[in-house]
């Protein structure tokens, strides 16, 4: 849901900036994020305070501490805190990460992680099953399904939401 970012009426923000690999700002860009040779040309890479491994962070300050890179994760997290979610923390955790692939698929970041971290983190590797490259070419027949995850969105939302 976050990707709505790129519609129009949400603001038409390009691709580049709604949908991708998430990372920490604000400590040393790791080897492990995509593109990483690319991190070189950002300012940040020359900033005293930015690269070192903790940063402006303490080792165990847990992620809900650390500033992100701009995605569809953290908009729809921030949708979902705004709005008052029932979620539990591990469902918040995989809407927050689930693009973090530094984390969860190299193990890039951990220093950062608070033990609820790696709890919730736990349950983002089962997510991540059905996530990004799970895709199937056999359309989903979205009546059918839609009472389904209605029901769901009527469990942990208010009926209308602030975006």
Request: charged share 25%.
């Amino acid at each position: 849901l976050g990707k709505i970012l790129h519609l129009p009426q949400f603001g038409e923000l390009p691709q580049w900036a709604v949908v991708g690999d998430t990372f920490p700002v604000g400590c040393a860009f790791d080897e492990k994020n995509v593109h990483h040779k690319y991190f070189k040309e950002n300012p940040d890479s020359k900033n005293p305070a930015y690269n070192t491994k903790d940063g402006v962070y303490s080792k165990g300050c847990g992620l809900d501490n650390v500033l992100m890179s701009w995605g569809h994760d953290d908009y729809m997290y921030m949708v979902a805190k705004e709005n008052g979610t029932t979620l539990p923390s591990p469902g918040l955790f995989i809407i927050r990460y689930h693009s973090f692939y530094p984390l969860h698929k190299e193990g890039a970041y951990t220093h950062l992680m608070s033990e609820e971290d790696f709890e919730n983190l736990k349950w983002l590797h089962i997510f991540n099953k059905y996530d990004l490259y799970s895709k199937s070419k056999v359309l989903v027949d979205v009546e059918k399904v839609k009472p389904y995850y209605q029901s769901l969105i009527d469990k942990y939302f208010p009926a209308k939401l602030k975006w």
